[in-house]
């Protein structure tokens, strides 16, 4: 068996000795090593070159390091019918209601008003409206929107969710499908998007979206969206737009259109957009390692996959 790393971004020889550690026997090798493509029957990949499968011939699985495929599947290389696992474990999960619960907290809190203030030396006392009068709506109730569900439960939050397809949560007001949209935006104050990026969910954070969310809510400053899905969801031309004329109070953007985002971007000069650089949920080396050797050595005994793809859906 041999493993093939190919990750943009990461130090590839750590990420290779740990699995040359976890899969003793086996070899493992970089894009900078010297390999046959045709002995690699495993590859772990994130952000792929065009030509990331080429000469790839006797591959078993793909390893997609991220939750997100998006990029993986538009890859003109891609082969056919080679299953694709994507990294799904509890600690990249946790991370991600981590971000989600400590953005909303903040816009709840009124963090924007504040900050102002003190920009502008205003002693103004306005008590922030409690969690239990703010609702939360979640886009996308997989594995990362019921999670940060759970999470956002203990502190009360009026939760709704959104989904392609009909769901029950308990405790949660749920909705789905198009015909169900505008309902579920009707009444949410803050807007968190975790889906995955699809033809039917590219651009969906628009001006559209934005302008049929709740008014009124988070003390009248305005709805607030909170972005840790991919760059593709939202039209940042909208985002300018809508965070100007108030159509929306505020934003929490940890995915861009561009990544890196563009210095002459104008989000950077919004003191109400708080921008992240896609570290939401970062994987980690660790239980990326074990979670991927796992997969491997299972599926090499005849055991499936974690989490794969349905490429008809996208996710």
């Known amino acids: 068996m041999a493993l093939l790393l190919h990750l943009a971004d990461f130090n590839e020889r750590r990420w290779a000795d740990g699995f040359a550690a976890a899969l003793p026997g086996h070899k493992v090798v970089t894009r900078a090593d010297a390999y046959d ?19 790839l011939s006797n591959l078993k699985a793909i390893l997609s390091l991220g939750a997100g495929v998006d990029a993986l599947l538009r890859n003109p290389s891609l082969p056919d019918g080679v299953p694709i696992s994507r990294f ?6 946790r991370r991600m209601s981590d971000y989600v619960l400590a953005q909303a907290t903040m816009h709840q809190r009124l963090f924007t008003r504040f900050k102002r203030d003190q920009q502008a030396r205003v002693w103004k006392q306005l008590y922030p409206a409690p969690a239990w009068d703010t609702s939360v709506g979640i886009m996308g109730l997989g594995s990362l929107g019921t999670d940060a569900i759970r999470h956002l ?24 499908g198009a015909e169900q949209f505008d309902a579920f935006l009707a009444g949410t104050d803050i807007l968190v998007n975790l889906l995955p990026l699809t033809a039917e969910t590219q651009g969906i954070l628009n001006f559209e979206t934005f302008s049929k969310l709740k008014r009124g809510g988070i003390d009248g400053t305005g709805p607030v969206v909170i972005n840790a899905g991919r760059g593709g969801h939202q039209k940042e031309a909208d985002l300018v737009k809508a965070l100007t004329d108030g159509t929306l109070g505020a934003a929490s953007l940890d995915v861009f259109e561009v990544e890196p985002l563009p210095q002459d971007s104008p989000l950077w000069a919004l003191d109400n957009c708080y921008i992240t650089p896609h570290i939401a949920a970062a994987s980690s080396e660790r239980t990326g390692v074990a979670y991927f050797s796992k997969a491997i050595v299972d599926f090499e005994a ?14």
């Not at 799904?88 to 999960?93: A, I, P, R, W």
């Not at 009360?156 to 029950?168: A, I, N, V």
């Not at 005849?302 to 996710?315: A, E, H, I, K, M």
């Open 153 to 176: 439960k203990v502190f009360g939050y009026k939760l709704r969710g959104w989904s392609r397809t009909e769901k029950q949560i308990e405790g949660v007001e749920t909705f789905a």
């Open 37 to 55: 493509p045709k002995e690699i029957e495993y590859i772990f990949i994130w952000k792929p070159k065009p030509d990331a499968f080429a000469g």
């Open 88 to 93: 799904m474990d509890d600690d990249l999960t």
């Open 302 to 315: 005849g055991r499936p996959l974690p989490s794969v793809v349905d490429r008809t859906r996208g996710y």
